[in-house]
């Protein structure tokens, strides 16, 4: 029996945090989970290539849009389950465990997210991350995403945008999605380099734009700048 899970790996010069990544994703081998790891790549220029493929993952490349990556990702993937995760989150010890039992739901899943190195501001950012998940069914990519390949194939998949991806397929998964109880512990670092409030304060100002309307294509320079 194949094992039932493809790994999707969004990167784009990843190489300071995908090696941390997929070590953690051993914890799966044993129990047979994980049938093959995928490192959709939007044009590094880093050693995340190098990484990737010693790491024994497959490596594809093509357009820079984290939405057109997960795509892509999918795509190529032969799992009957689909876990996308961020290049800069590792997976808890433990997580194999919630995981397999998890397998015979049918729903798609999302882990807890945890900011390591975070101190306090981590702390209360990660608590309304993972409150606003339960409240309004809208986990961000950084807490990863189980979905079953068929229930991913009918509501769509990853639309091929730059930003938000991760809020529009929760929305399509709406009813069909709950947390899990693994932590997917993601880097604080974007936050400690712009300032905490200042980045969730834009977080939440972009996501409302484009829960009114506003289009990725624009949100995503004002997200770079």
Request: hydrophobic fraction near 45%; proline fraction near 5%; avoid cysteine.
């Amino acid at each position: 029996m194949r094992a039932p899970i493809s790994v999707v790996i969004p990167t784009l010069n990843a190489d300071q945090s995908l090696a941390k990544t997929l070590i953690a994703l051993m914890e799966g081998l044993p129990q047979g989970l994980i049938r093959e790891v995928i490192v959709s790549d939007g044009g590094s220029t880093d050693a995340t290539q190098q990484i990737a493929e010693d790491a024994g993952a497959a490596f594809i490349k093509g357009a820079s849009s984290r939405g057109g990556q997960l795509r892509r990702g999918a795509e190529a993937a032969k799992g009957k389950w689909l876990l996308f995760l961020h290049a800069d989150t590792e997976l808890a010890p433990g997580w194999s465990r919630i995981v397999e039992a998890h397998l015979d739901s049918g729903q798609a899943g999302y882990g807890q997210l945890v900011f390591e190195g975070g101190g306090v501001p981590g702390q209360l950012v990660a608590t309304w991350a993972n409150f606003r998940s339960r409240l309004f069914g809208l986990p961000y990519g950084d807490q990863s995403l189980l979905v079953p390949a068929a229930l991913y194939a009918q509501v769509g998949g990853y639309p091929d945008i730059p930003l938000m991806e991760d809020v529009a397929i929760a929305r399509a998964l709406k009813g069909r999605m709950r947390p899990l109880k693994y932590t997917a512990v993601t880097s604080a670092a974007r936050y400690q380099r712009e300032g905490w409030l200042r980045r969730g304060r834009r977080n939440i100002w972009l996501l409302l734009r484009y829960l009114t309307g506003a289009a990725p294509e624009k949100l995503v320079a004002e997200y770079r700048r």
